[in-house]
């Protein structure tokens, strides 16, 4: 209370505190009034009016209790309505929710009921409609016939009916030169999309039902395949219609317990090899395997939803197919659409596919016409379509043996070919008389795939075969029905089921309601019978206390009494005498000179004597004024007590009660978030990551995107004043510190590092505007600091002060809560927060004051104490809510700012740091020190208060900014995150430089150093990418040391070194390999001399570190080439020499590459090719291709442009050495036709070898491959 108060009631006097309230007490006038002696009257008046006013006093009190009594049962009363009222709406609720589950029960069970007979009839529809298909078999032949072009001759087919088609072969030599073919379906030239997919629908209901269906387009070039697969813009073809109606019957067998999900593949198939046409869509999408199980390739499959989808991934798919038109004349497209079902009642889950093929033209003609890659190309369309016809063929013999392994589209499709799979073949024709041949060869085929159906016969079969199928139709258009009126019942069921679980919700709403409006009555009224409870009791304590203040005043009215008895009688005596003396100086002044001297003493006497009386009375009035002062003290604290009994502080109360204010419990309630455990995982080669990982992506999680997304769309103008902007900021920060702690140590390091970023902007924008909770920013500050501690070895290593050199004692002096009259305001004390930053310069260093210090009462205090019966110096141990909060301000302006003291709490848990200062205290302190268990609120409870004071001050003074820096613990973050970058930058820099300084010996030596060197080169270009990642955090505005980015010149430059020494060496190995012969001719010795003379002349790009390795290697070589035998050149000398180099050329090869080449034999003959360490082509096959083979043969295939200067003898030459089989495919008659035959061999067979693919475009790129005849 502060000195304006004067006339009122102090706080420090137990039991009286006065009511807080807006006015201030009314102030006593002075006592202005002497009393004389004769005044003793004024004692009883003065004991009347303190009689009155206190029994005043004691009777208003009565009736507060009385009216306080009456107010509780009032409330009791109303509680106990509400509590019935209550009890009677959840009965009735209850009652309610019973009948609804019931029903809701017994909806459920019609439904499963329901649906139990609905797919026994879904199951007969399926089996009836599949019966109904494959009644003629599981392989069906269909010909269609294209309308003819203008400039085309006249047609050669005829239509008898519509399973028969007519072709008139022109061969005279016979009686009749028309022949007929019988298929399931013939459609003439007249016949559309519409009629053609009316056939084939019943084949797209199959694959709904569960069966693979596999529809192929068969026919020559131009014969209408891909028009029926694909249609035209206003004619669709079998592609999208086909979708259409999977997507149509699915959506009207859809129902909420049971689902369809569509996905396609497209593949192209060229060449025996499988081309993925959607694996250049994005990343991420699921895969499936097609083909079997010894031959599979991992396709991608896109999911489509609807038509629109389906008709953009095809033509995404055939877009990426049409760059190269040749290439789509001899390659099969194959469309699978996957089908999946699930049924969450029956749990069934079903697969099925659609397959469409659009078949490579069958034309075998004119083979020889063709060059090497397209004879290649039609031979393998041959020998796929052939495959295609065997399979299909034993397939319609029931023979057991099926050859799908012959071709890799037999194999791709050998899960919808044979078993219950149902295959549709479309054979499409040419009716012209120009493409007869290929014509008879597409009907051939048909027949072949299709001889052994059961023939229709005549028209009486076919009458009879109809008949059995209308039966069987309409036997399932019964069942349809049936499970039409099914589904009907059932969607009304599940209508009904819906509404009752809405008013399930809406009741269940209700009773949350209800129970919360009974909860919080019962709460409130809880919580009022203890604060009546509460209420009661203090006033009888305070009547208590009042009786016996009373009693104490009566007894020291008493007692001034008496001394103003003992006064008077002094002071009668004193009279007396006066009036003696006065009688004797009349007597003796009639002999004035005889008693001259005696009168100068009884003058003297006399004075003396006059002086002690005007003491003895002014001591009387003193002590009678002190007196009324008290009186008058004394009633206007009583008028003060009783104007604030309706109070709820009170000054007798217990130390507990400052456990339980707002401030003290919230703080506490904070500092639980404190113990959140931190842990990160070091990593094992000295480097590490700050907070989020350098390599790795960081793993996304709905929490970690929620918050990102929500601290970065936190908009403050969305806010209504500075108080909506607070809340919205801390509850964001409440949010993080919530997930940290629910994702648990093992994964807190991976949340945090997802939302950094977003943390850290956010305080940054936050910090201007100062409405966010100080505590809240240390705390996510703290756990950002220890994790990255966590993954520091240079930072755990840090030393910080011990918590004693931040704490000081008050300095001596008059405490400011000494007396009664001081201000219980701020402290004086203040703190540079300039200085914080340095706090410890030349070993000193500024601590936090403590300004607490024993309370001192005045004597009126004491002996109310005392009357009460504390112990007053137990008294002076109690510390004051508002004391706790003046050292929680004066805390945490010590600690904005400072540094010093930030790194002492990150580096010390919470708990030992409040335990050390809870020791510094009971040190520094002796009044808190543990002396007895009889002091008020118990000392620990006062040390607890104190350190959780002096802790919540730090905390949220660490969180505090000081514009235009951030918090200290962000500027502690910074400093600790530079002090990392720079450990980790110089950490490289020492390896770096001790790489550089090593010798190489050979050129594996050189190989690892230049691995190590590029390794730790990519390690610091990580390091400084990251760095910039963190520029945000690393940049603060007061500056700051800078990151030291260690200069790599000396190691970039040995780097350098060392890439031209390993191409120096690798050169030197090939001098090597080409001097391991007994004699060489001339011109080739001198060209090896030369070559050496060029390496020796490289080395001036060398460091002088690595000159020795060089001239070492060199000298070597060069003496091995002098020591060979030199003879004279000869004329086929470039010959030799380029056999020589392919014949002894290394063949160390890490993986063999397959491939096969039909030679028109029923055997091809398989190739096997490679690269070894020069990056050359290998190759294995048997050296001949007839029988006897002679064995497997490996050798080096040249480069093409090694033969660009040979003649065709030179070149047949050096084909000799390699397999017969390159020869017959590489041979042409000219030598010109030869080189270029050879080009586009080595590019098919190096394409297929992964190590030799940017080989090839080099050698494109140079002209070495181009197919140009000089």
């Known amino acids: 209370m502060s000195n304006n108060n004067k006339g009122g009631w102090n706080w420090e006097v137990s039991g009286f505190e006065p009511r807080k309230s807006d006015q201030s007490p009314s102030t006593a006038p002075p006592l202005t009034r002497r009393y004389s002696i004769s005044t003793p009257s004024v004692v009883p008046h003065s004991q009347l009016i303190s009689k009155q006013s206190v029994a005043t006093k004691l009777h208003s009190l009565k009736d507060k209790v009385k009216h306080a009594r009456e107010d509780f049962a009032e409330l009791r009363q109303e509680a106990l309505d509400l509590q019935e009222y209550s009890n009677a709406k959840l009965d009735r609720v209850t009652r309610y929710l019973g009948v609804l589950a019931d029903k809701t029960r017994k909806l459920d069970q019609t439904a499963l009921e329901a649906e139990a007979k609905v797919v026994p009839l879904i199951n007969e529809k399926k089996r009836l409609y599949d019966e109904l298909l494959t009644a003629k078999g599981n392989i069906k032949v269909f010909c269609r016939t294209r309308p003819l072009f203008e400039d085309e001759g006249p047609s050669v087919v005829e239509f008898p009916d519509d399973f028969t088609i007519r072709v008139n072969t022109g061969d005279d030599t016979v009686s009749n030169p028309k022949k007929d073919y019988e298929f399931d379906r013939v459609y003439g030239p007249h016949i559309g999309q519409a009629d053609v997919f009316t056939d084939v629908q019943p084949f797209v209901q199959s694959a709904l039902d569960g069966h693979n269906v596999s529809i192929f387009a068969y026919g020559q070039t131009c014969s209408g395949k891909t028009y029926t697969m694909e249609g035209s813009s206003h004619d669709r073809g079998l592609y999208a219609r086909c979708f259409e109606e999977l997507f149509d019957v699915s959506n009207s067998d859809t129902t909420s317990t049971s689902r ?36 599979f390739i991992d396709l991608v499959q896109e999911k489509v939803d609807n038509p629109l989808d389906f008709s953009k991934v095809i033509k995404k798919a055939l877009l990426s197919r049409n760059g190269d038109q040749p290439k789509l004349k001899v390659s099969h497209l194959i469309i699978t659409i996957h089908i999946y079902y699930d049924n969450l009642i029956t749990g069934d889950n079903l697969y099925s596919k659609l397959s469409l093929v659009d078949l490579a033209g069958s034309e075998s003609l004119g083979l020889e016409d063709n060059n090497g890659d397209q004879t290649t190309d039609l031979l393998h369309v041959m020998k796929s379509l052939s495959a295609l016809g065997d399979v299909l063929s034993s397939l319609t013999s029931k023979k057991e043996d099926v050859p799908y392994g012959n071709s890799v589209l037999t194999k791709a499709l050998a899960d919808s070919l044979g078993g219950s799979s149902k295959t549709l073949l479309i054979v499409n024709i040419c009716p012209d008389v120009s493409n007869l041949s290929e014509t008879l060869s597409s009907l051939n085929f048909a027949a072949r795939a299709g001889n052994s159906i059961l023939s229709l016969g005549n028209l009486d079969t076919i009458k009879k075969w109809k008949d059995v199928a209308n039966d069987a139709r309409k036997e399932f258009y019964e069942k349809e029905k049936e499970t039409l009126d099914l589904k009907q019942e059932v969607l009304g069921l599940k209508q009904e089921l819906k509404v009752a679980n809405d008013q399930c919700v809406l009741l269940f709403n209700e009773v949350q309601k209800a129970w919360k409006v009974s909860f919080t009555l019962q709460s409130d009224l809880k919580a009022e019978n203890i604060m009546l409870a509460e209420k009661h009791k203090i006033e009888q304590d305070q009547n208590n206390d009042l009786r016996t203040q009373v009693a104490s005043l009566l007894q ?18 004193l009279q007396a005498k006066l009036k003696s003396i006065e009688a004797q100086l009349n007597q003796s002044s009639e002999n004035t000179s005889k008693i001259s001297s005696d009168l100068a003493g009884e003058s003297t006497e006399s004075a003396a004597v006059t002086k002690k009386l005007e003491e003895e009375l002014q001591k009387r009035d003193a002590l009678i004024e002190r007196l009324h002062e008290e009186n008058e003290k004394l009633f206007e604290r009583l008028t003060e007590k009783a104007s604030s009994m309706g109070s709820q502080q009170a000054l007798g109360a217990p130390p507990k009660n400052l456990n339980q204010s707002p401030d003290i419990g919230s703080n506490n309630k904070e500092r639980a978030l404190d113990v959140v455990p931190f842990s990160a995982e070091k990593k094992t080669d000295g480097t590490l ?52 702690i629910k994702a648990g140590a093992s994964r807190e390091h991976e949340i945090l590092a997802e939302i950094r970023d977003a943390v850290f902007a956010f305080i940054r924008k936050m910090e201007p505007h100062r409405v966010m909770d100080t505590m809240l920013v240390s705390r996510v500050r703290i756990l950002y600091i220890r994790s990255l501690l966590a993954r520091s070895p240079e930072l755990q290593s840090i030393k910080v002060a011990p918590v004693e050199r931040f704490l000081e004692k008050p300095t001596a002096g008059h405490s400011r809560s000494s007396s009664r009259g001081s201000s219980p305001g701020r402290s004086p004390v203040r703190y540079d927060p300039t200085i914080k930053n340095a706090l410890v310069v030349e070993g000193q260093m500024h601590g936090f004051r403590v300004n607490l210090k024993p309370e001192k009462k005045s004597k009126l205090s004491a002996v109310v104490l005392k009357i009460r019966g504390i112990d007053q110096e137990s008294w002076r141990q109690h510390v004051t809510g508002a004391k706790l909060r003046e050292i929680t301000d004066d805390a945490k302006a010590f600690a904005t700012g400072n540094r010093a003291l930030a790194a002492l709490f990150v580096h010390t848990p919470a708990g030992e740091l409040q335990r050390q200062i809870r020791s510094w205290l009971a040190m520094n302190f002796d009044f808190l020190s543990v002396t007895g268990g009889d002091a008020v609120g118990g000392v620990t409870g006062q040390l607890e208060l104190l350190s959780t004071a002096i802790m919540d001050g730090w905390m949220a003074g660490l969180g505090a900014a000081m514009p235009p820096n951030t918090d200290a613990l962000g500027q502690l973050l910074a400093e600790y995150a530079k002090r990392v970058y720079n450990s980790q930058l110089q950490h490289l820099k020492d390896i770096a430089g001790t790489l550089a300084t090593e010798a190489a010996e050979d050129s594996s030596q050189v190989a690892k150093l230049r691995s190590a060197l590029e390794s730790v080169d990519h390690k610091r270009r990580k390091i400084l990418q990251q760095m910039k990642g963190d520029n945000a955090l690393l940049t603060l505005e007061d500056g700051g040391s800078p990151i030291r980015n260690p200069s790599s ?18 050169q030197i190995k090939e001098i090597m390999r080409q001097s391991s012969v007994n004699i060489m001719s001339r011109s080739k010795k001198r060209a090896l001399v030369s070559a050496l003379d060029d390496l020796s002349a490289q080395m001036s790009s060398l460091l002088e570190v690595d000159h020795p390795c060089a001239q070492r290697h060199i000298a070597d070589a060069r003496r091995v080439v002098e020591s060979i035998v030199e003879e004279d050149d000869k004329p086929q000398g470039t010959l030799r020499a380029a056999s020589d180099d392919f014949s002894s050329a290394e063949t160390d090869v890490t993986q063999w590459n397959v491939l096969q080449f039909n030679t028109g034999s029923t055997t091809p003959f398989i190739i096997k090719c490679g690269a070894n360490s020069h990056s050359e082509l290998v190759i294995k096959a048997d050296d001949r291709v007839q029988e006897p083979k002679g064995g497997e043969i490996l050798r080096v295939v040249p ?8 003649t065709l003898e030179e070149i047949k030459e050096v084909f000799s050495k390699l397999p017969e089989a390159l020869s017959l495919l590489a041979l042409a008659r000219t030598a010109d036709g030869t080189r270029a035959r050879y080009s586009r061999l080595y590019r098919t067979l190096a394409m297929k070898v992964p190590a030799l693919r940017e080989l090839v475009g080099e050698l494109e790129k140079g002209g070495g491959l181009k197919d140009v005849k000089s």
């Open 1049 to 1066: 010149a000396a190691e970039d430059a040995r780097l350098a070194s060392l890439i031209a020494l390993d191409g120096i060496l690798k």
């Open 556 to 573: 020291q009215v008493q007692d001034q009494k008496l001394q103003l008895q003992q006064s008077d009688s002094i002071i009668e005596p």
């Open 260 to 295: 369809f999900n569509f996905f396609v593949t497209i593949v192209e198939l060229h060449n025996e090899q499988m081309h993925d046409l959607l694996s250049g869509s994005e990343t991420g999408l699921p895969k499936v395997q097609m083909g079997s199980l010894d031959s």
């Open 689 to 740: 990551a700050l907070v989020k990982p350098g390599q790795d992506k960081i793993k996304s999680t709905p929490a970690g995107e929620y918050l990102t997304s929500a601290l970065n769309d936190f908009d403050l103008e969305q806010y209504d004043g500075l108080a909506a902007i607070s809340d919205g900021a801390n509850k964001l920060l409440m949010l993080v510190l919530a997930a940290v």
């Open 1199 to 1206: 480069r093409p442009t090694v033969l660009e200067s040979m």
